[in-house]
């Protein structure tokens, strides 16, 4: 008589678990993960793999609840512990994802998730933003922009060292993201002349609620969206203060890297271009930009990557400027 055991079915080999599946998927590359090369890394047939998952997919989704399952913090997050706990679970994603080949830039696109355990994930974060006061809406809101942030950091950086610290970017994209009702730390920016207007005090600033919507348009699957996006940056780059800036320069940087789509490209470096003439930008907010080759941008749009390079990272240009890497 046939034994089954765990999920298993009869006549299937014993060696063989959705978990031992999982960890055989974590040792090598996940981009370019193929079902054969799956079957080899565990000694076993092609057709005894596909009695247990029905494709890649399938694989894909199991590597995402063994994910979900070790970058989830145990406790759950209150009104004491809240930003607590979406730092650990950030950091917990960064040290994760990063030694696993091309599963944060796999996370990073546009891709069918797995609805029980990114449902789980997203669960757990609304509640954390809940937590901290945000209202149902806003909480979503705050997720997409946090997932999306954290993931699109994690692919651009891929297994390498990289800048700005991770640290330095999950700072800035936190305090992007504090509700609208909690107090704010002062403005870091320089006093106003006094010769200035009398008609009021009030530095310029787009609120939460317009700095959620671009931020969530940056990381719109749809290459529209997101150009649009960077038009309206870049035609509202004063109107930002020092957080909002910083926050969008740093999404910005990191979409660059990853961007497909030429037009977006040549938009997001435009808006960091007039991001940058505010004052507020940082090196380390945009360092990311480090790692986009010059040569994958299209020779009418170098300008303003050089600019940009010159501006903020001088040593790497080294006068002649040969193609950043």
């Known amino acids: 008589m046939n034994s089954t055991g765990g999920n298993g079915r009869p006549g299937r080999p014993a060696r063989l678990s959705r978990e031992r599946i999982a960890e055989a998927a974590l040792q090598g ?58 730092t650990r679970l950030a950091w917990a ?8 080949p091309g599963y944060a830039a796999h996370v990073a696109r546009p891709h069918r998730h797995h609805p ?20 149902a809406r806003q909480a979503e809101q705050n997720w997409t922009v946090f997932g999306h942030g954290v993931v699109r950091w994690l692919a651009a950086a891929g297994s390498a060292p990289t ?63 997101r150009e649009r996006a960077c038009e309206t940056i870049s035609d509202r780059a004063r109107s930002f203060d020092r957080r909002e800036a910083r926050t969008l320069a740093s999404l910005l940087a990191s979409a660059a890297v990853l961007e497909q789509d030429a037009d977006c490209l040549e938009s997001e470096l435009n808006a960091l271009g007039e991001l940058s003439a505010s004052g507020f930008v940082e090196a380390a907010d945009i360092a990311a930009l480090r790692r986009l080759p010059r040569d994958s941008v299209r020779p009418a749009d170098v300008e303003h990557l050089d600019d940009l390079m010159d501006e903020y990272f001088p040593q790497q240009r080294g006068g002649a400027g040969p193609p950043h890497r």
Do not use: I, N
């Open 29 to 86: 590359d996940v981009a370019t993960l193929t079902m054969r090369e799956l079957a080899t890394r565990l000694g076993v047939s092609h057709s005894s793999l596909y009695r247990w998952v029905p494709d890649r997919d399938g694989v894909l989704d199991l590597v995402s609840g063994v994910m979900v399952e070790r970058v989830l913090p145990e406790d759950e997050p209150d009104a004491g512990t809240w930003l607590d706990w979406l």
């Open 93 to 100: 994603m960064h040290d994760e994802f990063l030694p696993v």
């Open 116 to 135: 029980e355990s990114f449902g789980r994930l997203r669960g757990r974060a609304v509640a954390a933003f809940r937590a901290g006061g945000a209202d």
């Open 163 to 225: 800048e700005p610290p991770f640290g330095r970017y999950l700072d800035t994209l936190l305090r992007g993201l504090r509700c609208q009702d909690e107090e704010r730390p002062p403005p870091l920016r320089p006093e106003a002349p006094a010769t200035t207007t009398t008609t009021t005090a009030a530095s310029p600033s787009v609120g939460d609620e317009h700095l959620l919507a671009l931020t969530r348009s940056l990381v719109s699957e749809s290459a529209k969206v």
